[in-house]
């Protein structure tokens, strides 16, 4: 059974730009969630999908976006990046129901310069 | 403010020693626990999930406790091998948006060491 896929697993962008990451989950989960990971803060929540609809919202600012598509796949945007946004950026799959497992990705590193 | 705290940040230990990593919680209204490794430039890989109803849970050499009338759970590793060197994190649900959302409230983590 495969597990959740992220790509790209590295990234460098400039400032300014924007960059669209993707993340498979497992098959048959319909639950993604995006979360963001960096030396100071820790791993914070950003948005979790499920069949398509955001269920959920973190406190990041509106230049981070994401989306869910029918076979469940999802990818997250952040427009107009800042060096701050330099981080470990990972995906969890869940089967849908508030106490089952997450599983995470491999991640994919975002560096802006 | 729902927070997850876990002590110490950083732990060395010989191996074959049983250690116990800690975590805790600011809301005992918890749904579910789950207990993480990460290993260094990885993603994060399940060790255990803990339901709100359940004492503890094991899977080979850990053991997950959950204790939520003190806001705490303990993860208990025996006999440590210098391949369980890592950094161990515990995510709380603590929150239920009633729409079946919910998010993981992450600890920073303690950063295992184990000397051979």
């Known amino acids: 059974k495969a597990g959740v896929t992220q790509t790209p697993r590295y990234l460098i962008k400039t400032r300014g730009q924007q960059v669209t990451l993707s993340c498979s989950p497992i098959s048959g989960h319909r639950s993604v969630s995006w979360y963001q990971q960096t030396p100071g803060q820790g791993l914070q929540f950003l948005f979790e999908y499920f069949s398509e609809t955001q269920r959920n919202k973190g406190n990041f600012p509106g230049r981070f976006s994401g989306r869910q598509f029918s076979n469940s796949r999802s990818e997250m945007n952040v427009s107009t990046l800042e060096l701050g946004d330099s981080a470990l950026y990972l995906c969890?799959?869940?089967?849908?129901?508030?106490?089952?497992?997450?599983?995470f990705g491999q991640g994919t590193r975002l560096t802006v310069v | 403010k729902q927070e997850v705290t876990q002590i110490p940040a950083a732990l060395s230990v010989p191996e074959g020693e049983n250690l116990v990593l800690n975590c805790s919680f600011t809301?005992?209204?918890?749904?579910?626990l789950q207990w993480f490794r990460q290993d260094p430039g990885k993603g994060l890989t399940s060790l255990l999930l803990i339901q709100s109803s359940q004492r503890e849970q094991t899977s080979g050499r850990l053991n997950a406790s959950l204790d939520k009338s003190s806001g705490r759970s303990t993860l208990y590793i025996a006999a440590s091998q210098p391949g369980d060197s890592a950094t161990y994190l515990c995510?709380?649900?603590?929150?239920?948006?009633?729409?079946?959302?919910?998010?993981?409230?992450f600890g920073k983590g303690t950063k295992l060491s184990v000397i051979p």
């Open positions: 995510a709380a649900v603590m929150s239920y948006s009633g729409a079946g959302s919910y998010q993981l409230t």
């Open positions: 969890a799959s869940r089967s849908g129901t508030v106490n089952t497992e997450a599983f």
């Open positions: 809301d005992s209204a918890i749904y579910n």
